[in-house]
């Protein structure tokens, strides 16, 4: 497997887990909408660029992904998952004075969902990386641990 896709899809693209992995990003996208809607998160009010508690939400779960060797593309979308149920609680229960298909349709316009896109890719792959690295290093520790003389 070449470098590029192992990065991208991760290490182990024929592994059981990988069913299960696929859950992440619609289950973070189901957790912070509902942290939103239940009140357990805040926005910060006024005009909110990044969903601070989505953004967390979504830094944890890419790095997990990563530190259980998933790929890249997997970490994007669990953070873009976790933007996207804070853009969903906005205007599908902030926006009360509008129809159900004019919310629906400013969820959906293009401009927000690429916006939501490149901060998912820049988080994403911050969270990636330490959560990729953190693996590596816990390995490491193992192998020396086992490795050591008694």
Do not use: Q
């Amino acid at each position: 497997m070449s470098l590029a896709r192992r990065v991208l899809l991760g290490a182990n693209p024929d592994d059981s887990s990988r069913r299960y992995r696929l859950l992440v990003p619609p289950l973070v996208f189901l957790v912070v909408f509902a942290g939103y809607g239940f009140g357990v998160f805040a926005h910060a009010g006024g005009v909110v660029f990044l969903a601070v508690d989505a953004a967390a939400v979504g830094l944890l779960a890419a790095g997990a992904l990563a530190y259980r060797r998933a790929g890249v593309a997997l970490a994007w979308a669990a953070t873009y998952g976790a933007l996207l149920g804070a853009n969903a609680d906005h205007y599908l229960l902030g926006l009360s004075g509008r129809s159900l298909g004019e919310r629906v349709g400013a969820l959906l316009e293009l401009d927000g969902l690429v916006f939501v896109a490149v901060e998912a890719i820049a988080l994403g792959t911050i969270a990636w990386v330490a959560g990729a690295v953190a693996g590596r290093a816990v390995a490491e520790a193992r192998a020396r641990r086992r490795d050591a003389p008694e």
